[in-house]
């Protein structure tokens, strides 16, 4: 009995006299999970600040001009069972978001896919080698540039009007424009949204400053 009441006292005496081998472990640990979660966070903010701002560097908008069809006195669009002509043009409008992203667009399509290979039906494109070169570069002011006029029947127009818009640079690139028929998904609207929310606060820090 004696021996058993003495045991777990020298058991604590041995641990004391052979100290583990590796005393700093958890602060070693701690700080190497320190430095990872730095890393990562500062990834994480790169990769984000490159999505909203270096990114294409710009955002493309546009709408459409219709000729040919009086929505004041028809109270609405053109749907399938209408008949005669109208005139489709979309009107591009390219906000640059990094001064430092030249982009020159070389032509405004109207088509169902970027993909070169598959575009899908091609309703217009119109190139713009004529228009002055600051006119279509982007880095600067809005650009406001006039895709390819569409004749069409009117029953058409809702097929078309809903049909993606896209801007091809000059080094082959295609950027699709956010139209009324093609509203911003996925990361786009990501972007879109971040964007926005960094417009409203700088407004609102100049405003207050001036």
């Given at each position: ?12 005496a ?46 493309v ?50 088509r ?40 069409c ?31 911003p ?26």
């Amino acid at each position: 009995m004696v021996y058993s009441l003495k045991m777990p006292y020298d058991i604590a005496a041995m641990f004391q006299a052979n100290p583990s081998p590796f005393p700093f472990w958890e602060e070693t640990f701690s700080i190497l999970l320190g430095d990872v979660l730095a890393t990562v966070v500062i990834l994480g903010a790169s990769v984000l600040w490159f999505i909203v701002m270096k990114h294409p560097g710009f955002r493309v908008g546009a709408n459409w001009t219709y000729i040919g069809w009086d929505s004041e006195k028809m109270q609405r669009l053109p749907i399938e069972s209408d008949v005669g002509e109208l005139t489709l043009i979309p009107n591009i409008a390219i906000t640059s978001r990094d001064m430092s992203a030249k982009k020159i667009i070389a032509a405004v399509w109207v088509r169902e896919r970027a993909d070169v290979s598959n575009p899908g039906t091609i309703y217009g494109v119109h190139h713009l080698q004529h228009t002055p070169l600051e006119e279509r570069t982007t880095g600067g002011d809005i650009l406001r540039l006039m895709g390819p006029r569409i004749v069409c029947p009117a029953s058409k127009f809702q097929q078309i009007f809903n049909c993606p818009i896209y801007i091809q640079t000059s080094d082959g690139e295609f950027y699709k424009a956010t139209s009324p028929g093609n509203l911003p998904e996925g990361i786009v609207k990501l972007r879109y949204n971040i964007q926005s929310f960094l417009d409203t606060v700088k407004r609102r820090i100049l405003s207050k400053l001036s």
